[in-house]
């Protein structure tokens, strides 16, 4: 019995398909599951299998057409067997464009009966006029690589290049230096900041010529933990680990076109009024552009802060030879329980990130705990 060749619903998106290319002849054997055709949905360019075995006896509708799904495109069956009734009941083929256009009479085909139902659906999706493109498939069908002309000159034209500055290119090198070959881990711990934000206060009340900041008490609480914890201000150095004696501290600062790490040396030995003096002198000629190589390179510990940029956290990538990064969010007000008691508190988020090569969990939370103490006690520093 002879057995219908329907093209399919391959897609739930799918309204029609395109045979794209019979892979049997008319008149040929198939087997059931062999592949009949290519066909193409709005998606992709799909096989089109056999569900019957026998002679493939007529093929309705020719390569490069559109048809709706549930079209008969074909009859399988035996050799001489009588087909006219299941012909009968099929409308009649739809000639390719090439016949269209080769018929004197008749209206040429527009560009959508031209194209594919993938080829529209990226010309709706990209603005193109089908109107405009050329095709060079059968027939003079419009394919999906007649698009890639239109659709590059659209990219090209929503696209700005801008070339890379000097210190972007150092960037560039630094940190993909340093996050491809560290393995980096990160501890996140919540610092209270009352005590440091009411000195903050004070210092600008107090109208000196130096006031106190946030970042001057990160500094100095980062140098008390380092000189406790001696064991992350260091560099792994392929078969030894070096510990620094001298605690060298960079601050990134954010400029128009990148960012610097101006280094605060010899904050272990510096009194919280020497590293405010120091860092502002500092950090303002770092921003004028005014700083010796050796006052931007061989930090031993690095200090990030986006606080003031309203960011709650972050994961700092650290630069070698340094093996930890610092990184700062806002001070935040949050509720806090004292005695029982629901409160306002002001709360910091404080990320460590830590080259694992060097520098084990524990130890980084412990170096934590001792930073988080010396900003509860800043008055100390």
């Given at each position: 019995m002879?057995?219908?060749?329907?093209?399919?619903?391959?897609?739930?998106?799918?309204?029609?398909?395109?045979?794209?290319?019979?892979r049997?002849?008319?008149g040929?054997?198939?087997?059931?599951?062999?592949?009949?055709?290519?066909i193409e949905?709005?998606?992709?360019?799909?096989?089109l299998?056999?569900?019957a075995?026998?002679?493939?006896?007529?093929i309705?509708?020719?390569?490069?057409?559109?048809?709706?799904?549930?079209?008969?495109i074909?009859?399988?069956?035996?050799?001489?067997?009588?087909?006219?009734?299941?012909?009968r009941?099929?409308?009649?083929?739809?000639?390719?464009?090439?016949?269209?256009?080769?018929?004197?009479?008749?209206a040429?085909?527009?560009?959508?009966?031209?194209?594919?139902?993938?080829?529209?659906?990226?010309?709706?999706?990209?603005?193109?006029?089908?109107k405009?493109?050329?095709?060079?498939?059968?027939?003079?069908?419009?394919?999906?690589?007649?698009?890639?002309?239109?659709?590059?000159?659209?990219?090209?034209?929503?696209?700005?290049?801008?070339?890379?500055?000097?210190?972007?290119k150092?960037?560039?090198?630094?940190?993909?230096?340093?996050?491809?070959?560290?393995?980096?881990?990160?501890?996140?711990i919540?610092?209270?900041?009352?005590?440091?934000?009411r000195?903050?206060?004070?210092?600008?009340?107090?109208?000196?010529?130096?006031?106190?900041?946030i970042?001057?008490?990160?500094i100095?609480?980062?140098?008390?933990?380092?000189?406790?914890?001696?064991?992350?201000?260091?560099?792994?150095?392929?078969?030894?680990?070096?510990?620094?004696?001298?605690?060298?501290?960079g601050?990134?600062?954010?400029?128009?076109d990148?960012?610097?790490?101006?280094?605060?040396?010899d904050?272990?030995?510096?009194?919280?009024?020497?590293?405010?003096?120091?860092?502002?002198?500092?950090?303002?000629?770092?921003?004028?552009?005014?700083?010796?190589?050796?006052?931007?390179?061989?930090?031993?510990?690095?200090?990030s802060n986006?606080?003031?940029?309203d960011?709650?956290?972050?994961?700092?990538?650290?630069?070698?030879?340094?093996?930890a990064?610092?990184?700062?969010?806002?001070?935040?007000?949050?509720?806090?329980?004292?005695?029982g008691?629901?409160e306002v508190?002001?709360?910091?988020?404080?990320?460590?990130?830590?080259?694992?090569?060097?520098?084990?969990g524990?130890?980084?939370?412990?170096?934590?705990?001792?930073?988080?103490?010396?900003?509860?006690r800043?008055?100390?520093?």
């Amino acid at each position: 019995m002879a057995s219908r060749v329907i093209m399919p619903k391959l897609t739930d998106s799918m309204e029609e398909g395109v045979v794209v290319k019979w892979r049997k002849a008319e008149g040929e054997r198939v087997e059931s599951g062999d592949v009949l055709a290519e066909i193409e949905t709005d998606k992709a360019v799909m096989d089109l299998e056999a569900f019957a075995s026998g002679t493939l006896l007529k093929i309705l509708v020719p390569e490069g057409t559109t048809v709706p799904s549930g079209t008969l495109i074909g009859v399988i069956g035996e050799s001489e067997e009588d087909i006219k009734d299941i012909l009968r009941g099929s409308p009649p083929p739809i000639p390719p464009p090439s016949e269209v256009e080769g018929k004197g009479g008749g209206a040429a085909p527009s560009a959508e009966a031209l194209a594919s139902p993938r080829v529209r659906t990226l010309a709706r999706e990209h603005g193109i006029d089908l109107k405009t493109v050329k095709g060079t498939g059968p027939g003079g069908r419009i394919v999906e690589r007649d698009l890639e002309p239109f659709l590059l000159k659209k990219e090209q034209s929503t696209v700005r290049e801008i070339p890379l500055t000097q210190m972007r290119k150092a960037i560039v090198r630094m940190t993909t230096q340093s996050k491809a070959p560290v393995p980096h881990f990160y501890v996140t711990i919540d610092a209270d900041m009352a005590e440091g934000l009411r000195m903050v206060e004070e210092s600008k009340k107090a109208a000196t010529p130096f006031p106190l900041s946030i970042n001057h008490l990160l500094i100095a609480a980062s140098a008390r933990a380092l000189k406790q914890h001696p064991g992350l201000n260091a560099s792994f150095a392929g078969e030894t680990i070096r510990i620094f004696s001298s605690i060298d501290i960079g601050i990134a600062v954010a400029l128009e076109d990148g960012l610097i790490v101006p280094v605060l040396r010899d904050c272990g030995s510096k009194t919280l009024e020497q590293i405010v003096e120091a860092e502002r002198s500092l950090v303002a000629r770092a921003r004028q552009r005014d700083l010796t190589p050796e006052e931007y390179t061989g930090a031993t510990f690095l200090i990030s802060n986006l606080g003031k940029f309203d960011v709650e956290s972050f994961s700092a990538v650290i630069l070698p030879p340094a093996a930890a990064a610092l990184a700062v969010g806002s001070v935040r007000e949050v509720p806090v329980v004292r005695d029982g008691k629901v409160e306002v508190g002001h709360r910091m988020t404080l990320t460590l990130s830590c080259d694992h090569r060097v520098i084990d969990g524990a130890v980084a939370a412990q170096f934590l705990q001792t930073f988080k103490q010396a900003l509860v006690r800043a008055r100390d520093l």
